[in-house]
């Protein structure tokens, strides 16, 4: 077999996804079909990889395209070695790093996007990460947060406990 041109991190476009005001559903992305196979990159613009870099077939004319899509609509990703020349010079492009030097560095950020969580804001401020569904009561140094909003996006937390029923 032939030696690989790089590392990089395969993923695959959600089957459905909630979309629109009154959250239907909808199958794959406008450009990529549920199921698809795309390259990703890291996080090239301090938003923590919400938005990412991917590289992949379009679902019509089934040509490489290289577009930015929500990490969200990400599954099962995994490290892959690159033979390419094609997918090869679209990773290569900046901005966004999509190539990687060994398999292990491209398994470590695999490993990452596969973690499902959501957005976490705490009094107003200090934004983690925290699963989803998000829990009821997070503690973080030491104080005691409780669930105040979430939607498919992020959770609000507040340090005052919840209302009482009389």
Same mark, same amino acid.
């Given at each position: 077999?032939?030696? =690989? ?9 959600? /089957? ?17 079909? %549920? %199921?698809?196979?795309?390259?990703? @990159?890291?996080?090239? @613009?301090?938003?923590?990889?919400? &938005? ?14 290289? !577009? !930015?899509?929500? +990490? &969200? ?10 033979? @390419? ?6 990773? @290569? ?6 190539? *990687?030097? +060994? ?12 973690? &499902? ?7 107003? /401020? &200090? ?7 998000? =829990? ?13 909003? *979430? ?10 406990? =919840?209302?009482?029923?009389?």
């Amino acid at each position: 077999m032939d030696e =690989p041109l790089g590392w990089g991190v395969v993923a695959n476009i959600v /089957q459905e996804r909630l979309a629109g005001p009154d959250l239907e559903v909808r199958r794959g992305l406008k450009h990529f079909a %549920g %199921g698809a196979r795309v390259w990703v @990159s890291l996080p090239f @613009s301090g938003d923590g990889g919400e &938005r990412l870099y991917v590289v992949g077939r379009h679902r019509v004319g089934h040509r490489y395209i290289r !577009i !930015i899509i929500e +990490s &969200r609509h990400l599954k099962n990703a995994r490290a892959k070695a690159v033979y @390419s020349p094609t997918v090869h010079r679209l990773l @290569s492009k900046r901005p966004g790093v999509m190539l *990687f030097d +060994s398999a292990e560095k491209a398994a470590e950020w695999a490993a990452r996007l596969n973690y &499902r969580g959501i957005e976490a804001e705490f009094d107003g /401020q &200090r934004w983690y990460w925290v699963p989803d569904p998000p =829990p009821m009561e997070v503690e973080r140094d030491g104080v005691t947060y409780y669930l105040a909003h *979430f939607n498919h996006r992020r959770a609000r937390y507040s340090s005052l406990p =919840p209302p009482r029923e009389p």
